[in-house]
């Protein structure tokens, strides 16, 4: 079929021309605009059934991300809740062996590991005095335990998280005149200045703050110390963070 603009600026001229139609020129156009119509339906009816049905594709898409999104939502909902009741049960656990452990009818015949490490577990969940027990108990049936030192070193600390300043500054110089060649000598040393510090005994603090900076230059605790004797420079007393971990 001719393209429609043409048909009818073909007819509008012959029209303008004559200056009057037939009846068979009226059917003749009649039926080149049926034509023309069935062309303009025929170009444009496919590409908005394509559009429609490209949109219920994609709405079809969206639906099921949604409901997979929703699901993957109560899955997350349900496995946090799974985790949080197996980690209570964890903790009810783990209670249940250190009160099993600390008592007196197991503390004879447990293994050394299990007294120490029963006893550090009690320090890191700030349960200092049954820490302090615990650490002594190794002392007392493991003299000679691999641990002895660090045990000695841990309860000055836990009394210093105490506050209680006398007993604590008596364990960590025990500490260094019993193990002075133990690395952990330094732990020690920068404890117990912390609580001469705590209690107003600044010069003593800033004295063992020099030793360690001397001594140990290159640890990480020699910074530490360095901070500390600026800090005691500007002011009789800033407490400090607490003992080294």
Known sequence: MKKPC???????????????????DVRTLQEDIKGIK???????????????????????????????TQSNRQTSASLAGKMDDLQASLTARLDALYELLAGSKFAGS????????????DMVRSRYESAIEGFQRYLEHYPSGGKGP????RIGECQAH???????????DR??????????????????????????????AAKLYEAIVQKY????????????LKTLQQAPLQPSSGPIK
């Open 6 to 24: 043409r048909i009818i600026t073909a007819w509008l001229f012959c029209l303008g021309l004559t200056s009057c139609a037939t009846r068979e």
């Open 38 to 68: 069935t062309y303009i339906e025929s170009g444009v009816q496919p590409s908005q059934a394509d559009i429609y049905s490209t949109v219920q594709n994609l709405t079809s898409s969206l639906e099921a991300l949604k409901a997979e």
């Open 110 to 121: 447990a293994e050394p590991s299990a007294l120490f490490n029963q006893a550090s577990s």
């Open 150 to 153: 660090e045990a000695v070193l």
């Open 162 to 172: 105490l506050r209680k300043w006398a007993e604590a500054t008596t364990q960590f």
């Open 175 to 204: 500490f260094i005149s019993s193990f002075p060649n133990d690395p952990l000598v330094l732990n020690a040393t920068y404890d117990k200045a912390q609580v001469l510090e705590q209690t107003g005994q600044s010069k003593g």
């Open 217 to 228: 230059p290159s640890r990480p605790e020699a910074q530490l110390a360095q901070d500390r």
